[in-house]
Nanobody, 124 residues
Framework: QAQLLESGGDTVEIGGSLRLSCQLS????????MGWFRQSPGKKREGVAA????????FYGNAAQDRFTISRDKNKNTLDLQMNNLQPEDTAMYFC?????????????????WGQGTQVNVAS
């Protein structure tokens, strides 16, 4: 059974950067979607960024375009999210997730295993 543990969340100033990391264990189906989602209080969980086929394909949600970069470190078995130029609207709990079958990588229902989340706060 896949286990995911996120880290790297923090409080930063507007324009700052953070790097989130998701440590994976018990998961070998890397050809399927692996992604980052976020959720703010009162809002639906939204897809931030995802990779497919071990990183051959990457996908970004509208909020992440040109500011966030998702990557996979196979040696460390992590899924990372570099976030730059953070804004107050990026404040959320960030979750990593992996899929066990084919699906659309930025859609929540594609994923079957989730981490507990790491909190990102951007001070306004």
């Amino acid at each position: 059974q896949a286990q995911l543990l996120e880290s790297g969340g923090d409080t930063v100033e507007i324009g700052g950067s953070l790097r989130l990391s998701c440590q994976l264990s018990g998961y070998s189906r890397s050809r399927y979607c692996m992604g980052w989602f976020r959720q703010s209080p009162g809002k639906k969980r939204e897809g931030v960024a995802a990779i497919y086929d071990g990183g051959r394909h990457t996908f970004y949600g509208n909020a992440a375009q040109d500011r966030f970069t998702i990557s996979r470190d196979k040696n460390k078995n992590t899924l990372d999210l570099q976030m730059n130029n953070l804004q107050p609207e990026d404040t959320a709990m960030y979750f990593c997730a992996v899929a066990h079958s084919e699906g659309v990588c930025l859609l929540e229902h594609t994923y079957t295993s989730w981490g507990q989340g790491t909190q990102v706060n951007v001070a306004s």
